[in-house]
């Protein structure tokens, strides 16, 4: 994990100002690639999308995890929540403001978290707190070395990162994102076997 210098911090009037221009949709793009890689129909419980954004990514995953039967979102961003609670697609769930490098307030069965820890100022922090909200399984993603740079990326990450903490790791298609998973069950990683030649460490793990 490395700081990257041209880094800019927005904080969160930045963020709020952010969100206020981009409107409903946004990302739901990056909850397509996971779809691609992980088995997320079999996903059970609650789920958290730490990070969610305007929610977009939420729409998505509700239309792919039919067993889910309660969906949460929250973001740093108050202008974001905002935005969710106001969107009548989002009308059964439920969003609040949070930054992650706190603690979150409860436990979820599973956490998704895409696209943000690059944003936040303690990335192992914020990692460890959605390990410990997370009783089941959490997918945690973003950009391999910074491949979609942007100016508010405060870090870039490789395979090295988080490995005394994750389960497993893959890369996309493309090699421009790096998913990381944990799986606190043991019931299996959940990626899709006709997937498995993205896995650089399933073996080693297994064995271990």
């Not at 067993?67 to 108050?78: A, E, L």
């Not at 389960?167 to 959940?190: A, E």
Request: charged residues 30%; aromatic residues 12%.
């Amino acid at each position: 994990m490395e700081r990257l210098e041209t880094s800019v911090n927005w904080g969160e009037k930045g963020w709020d100002s952010f969100f206020v221009q981009k409107g409903k949709r946004w990302r739901d793009k990056d909850y397509r690639y996971i779809n691609d890689i992980f088995d997320l129909h079999i996903l059970k419980g609650s789920l958290l999308d730490a990070g969610c954004g305007m929610g977009d990514g939420l729409v998505y995953l509700k239309n792919k995890c039919s067993k889910i039967d309660r969906f949460i979102g929250t973001d740093f961003s108050c202008k974001a929540i905002e935005v969710c609670r106001n969107n009548t697609e989002l009308s059964t769930m439920e969003f609040f403001q949070h930054n992650l490098i706190e603690p979150l307030p409860e436990k979820y069965d599973n956490i998704i978290c895409l696209q943000t820890l690059e944003h936040v100022e303690d990335p192992p922090t914020a990692m460890r707190n959605l390990i410990d909200a997370a009783q089941n399984l959490l997918i945690a993603g973003v950009p391999y070395r910074n491949k979609r740079p942007d100016e508010n990326h405060l870090w870039s990450f490789d395979e090295n990162d988080f490995s005394d903490l994750a389960d497993f790791f893959c890369l996309d298609r493309k090699r421009k994102n790096i998913y990381w998973l944990i799986d606190k069950q043991k019931k299996g990683p959940g990626f899709y076997k006709k997937r498995l030649h993205l896995l650089h460490n399933l073996i080693e793990k297994l064995n271990s």
